[in-house]
């Protein structure tokens, strides 16, 4: 069974901090990894994609992933009230299907 | 990024009666769509797969007869929800991916409200 492990929350974090989320999956041949935020009865937002090791940075966030460790994480610079939100992590399987996490609730205090 | 767009936003209808849910790619063609439904404060559950011109791929637990899946151009995919009951409320929510995309996109969820 593939599973992907997330924390569910809620992660409180100061407005001007650094949010960081984490996530773990099972399955070892994973190749592409994403992040996505949902706001309460929205659809979910892709945030960020990654695929090899190492960080990628886009404005304040940055994913970070390690293979070896089976671990990918999501860190939010400078975050923002409208920051708060759940934040699913995703792996792909195969024929495109995404394994999907239970999503980390954040919640940013002004 | 590519827009796919799901109508319609939100939906009441009777127990007993079938509900028809759009999900379009506007600027791409859509090789792939998948269709989700989301319950309240829990992750989406991946219902089917479906690609263009093929039968769609139910994931286990979820009946085939009861949620009709069509995906007969690169741009459209529906899902119709037949007999609904009040059991079937719930947020679903189709994305799609095209040929060589590295990822899907998200329509904008449909809510479904069975009374």
């Known amino acids: 069974q593939k599973e992907v492990e997330q924390n569910s929350g809620p992660l409180s974090v100061p407005e001007g901090a650094i949010a960081s989320l984490n996530c773990t999956y099972s399955?070892?041949?994973?190749?592409?990894f994403f992040w996505y935020r949902q706001y309460s009865g929205k659809s979910p937002e892709l945030i960020m994609s990654i695929y090899s090791n190492g960080d990628k940075e886009d404005g304040r966030f940055t994913a970070q992933l390690n293979k070896a460790s089976q671990y990918v994480s999501l860190l939010i610079r400078d975050s923002q009230p409208s920051d708060s939100a759940t934040y699913l992590c995703a792996v792909e399987a195969s024929n495109y299907q995404l394994i999907w996490g239970a999503g980390t609730k954040l919640i940013i205090k002004p | 990024g590519a827009v796919v767009s799901q109508h319609p936003s939100r939906v009441i209808c009777k127990s007993g009666t079938s509900v028809k849910i759009e999900c379009r790619s506007l600027d791409f063609q859509a090789t792939t769509m998948f269709w989700y439904r989301q319950f309240p404060k829990q992750s989406l559950m991946l219902m089917a797969t479906?690609?263009?011109?093929?039968?769609?791929?139910?994931e286990q637990g979820v009946e085939k007869d009861k949620f009709l899946i069509n995906h007969a151009s690169l741009t459209l995919s529906t899902l119709t929800v037949t007999s609904a009951h009040p059991e079937d409320s719930s947020f679903y929510i189709c994305?799609?991916?095209?040929?060589?995309?590295?990822?899907?996109?998200f329509g904008q969820g449909t809510r479904l409200t069975v009374v």
């Open positions: 399955d070892r041949v994973s190749q592409s």
């Open positions: 994305s799609a991916r095209g040929v060589g995309a590295t990822e899907a996109f």
């Open positions: 479906s690609n263009e011109g093929s039968k769609a791929t139910y």
